[in-house]
Structures are given as structure tokens and as C-alpha cells.
């Protein structure tokens, strides 16, 4: 039953509460509170207050873990594993990947070379500011200030 719930969220968030308007606008008539509900129910967990704003791709979810008061900004793209802590902001446009592409042999090409996955760490009160790009492997620690672009 509970993977049936966790599909169902799934479909609802990339087919309607992705494209409802960003939690600051007049007219958004509860978008933060829509995307949260299904968010909680999609993310391996998901704290308090947290906010996920209009746009935001996180492929399946599963391995996205979002403590109290943190958000995923407007049009951000993430995937997991990645762990946010509390009280994290973050700015439109922000890109987290978690896995890349291996370039070390000649004899097979680099799409086919995947490496493997390398989990990403936001720690506490952490600001993220617009269309930061953040790759595997980078933990960011308590207090810091990542600047835009």
C-alpha cells in the first residue's frame, strides 16, 4: 500500500503541483502547502515547514532526505542521495548532482562510463544562493554561504 501512495504522490507532483505558482505569489492558493503534502510522502523523509517550490525536478525522490524549515528553490534539480539538513534557503535555478560520468578508458565511450553515485550533504542553516551547481560528493557545512552562480 505504501508504494502505491508513493506513485500516486509521484504522479501528482510532476503532472500538477510542479506547475501550480511559487509559494510567494498573491494567488497561489496553498501550491507550498499541495507540494509538501506530496513531497513528505515522496522524499525518504522530510521535515517540518519544508517548502519545495514550482519547478523543482528530483527525479524519483526516494533517496532525498529535507530537515525542518528548508526548501528546494524555484526551477531547482536535484537527485539523490542527498541529505539537507535545517533551516536551509536555496535560490532559483540550483543544480545538485550526484553522479557523473568517468573518462578513464580510451577503449569504451565516456556516455557509457557512469560512475557511480556519491551523495551530496547540506548541513544546518545553510544559504544556497541562485544557480549554484553543486556535484557529487560535496558536503557543505553548518553556517555557510554559497554564492550565486
Not at 46 to 65: C, K, L, Q, T
Not at 80 to 89: A, R
Request: with cysteine.
Amino acid at each position: 500500500m505504501k508504494k502505491i501512495i508513493y506513485y500516486i504522490c509521484l504522479f501528482l507532483y510532476y503532472f500538477i503541483a510542479r506547475h501550480l505558482p511559487g509559494s510567494d505569489l498573491p494567488y497561489s492558493f496553498g501550491s507550498k502547502q499541495i507540494r509538501g503534502f506530496l513531497c513528505r510522502r515522496i522524499f525518504r523523509k522530510a521535515g517540518r515547514n519544508i517548502n519545495i517550490e514550482h519547478g523543482v525536478f528530483f527525479a524519483s525522490g526516494m533517496d532525498i532526505e529535507i530537515g525542518d524549515n528548508s526548501g528546494l528553490g524555484l526551477n531547482a534539480r536535484v537527485t539523490g542521495p542527498l541529505k539537507i539538513g535545517n533551516d536551509v534557503m536555496m535560490g532559483p535555478d540550483v543544480m545538485i548532482f550526484t553522479q557523473n560520468h568517468k573518462n578513464d578508458r580510451l577503449d569504451i565511450p565516456m556516455r557509457l562510463q557512469t560512475a557511480p553515485k556519491e551523495g551530496v550533504v547540506i548541513e544546518d542553516d545553510v544559504w544556497i544562493a541562485a544557480r549554484v551547481i553543486i556535484l557529487p560528493g560535496i558536503t557543505i557545512h553548518k553556517g555557510a554561504i554559497v554564492g550565486a552562480g
